[in-house]
């Protein structure tokens, strides 16, 4: 079974750090792509950083603004989003999901979601 744990959100005051992580089971994380995303209350889901395990290439959406990194762990099967000076508008619900590669719409599995709020 496919499952993706995000774990790391919580509360962090303007211009603070976060750390999220994913960690991925039932499937072989090499050959597949995973990657970040977020949504706000009201507003559509979007993406923010994916990462091809194969290759290690790495995307970038405008959300992440230059200031989210992410990393992965082939051995530990886990994927890292670290979040530098976050902005009121970065709180979210943030996800991670697993595509065959890094693209726009074949994300195929989901994890349940981690809450970040950025208080100012």
């Known amino acids: 079974e496919v499952q993706l744990v995000e774990s790391g959100g919580g509360l962090v005051q303007v211009g603070g750090s976060l750390r999220l992580s994913c960690a991925a089971s039932?499937?072989?994380?090499?050959?597949?792509?995973t990657g970040w995303f977020r949504q706000a209350p009201g507003k559509e889901r979007e993406a923010v950083a994916c990462?091809?395990?194969?290759?290690?290439?790495?995307y970038y959406f405008d959300s992440a603004k230059g200031r989210f990194t992410i990393t992965s762990n082939n051995a530990k099967n886990t994927m890292d989003l670290q979040m530098n000076s976050l902005e009121p508008e970065d709180t979210a619900v943030y996800y991670c999901?697993?595509?065959?590669?890094?693209?726009?719409?074949?994300?195929?599995?989901w994890g349940q979601g981690t809450q970040v709020t950025v208080s100012s």
């Open positions: 999901a697993r595509d065959d590669h890094c693209s726009v719409n074949g994300w195929d599995y």
């Open positions: 039932g499937f072989i994380f090499d050959d597949y792509a």
């Open positions: 990462i091809n395990n194969s290759d290690g290439s790495i």
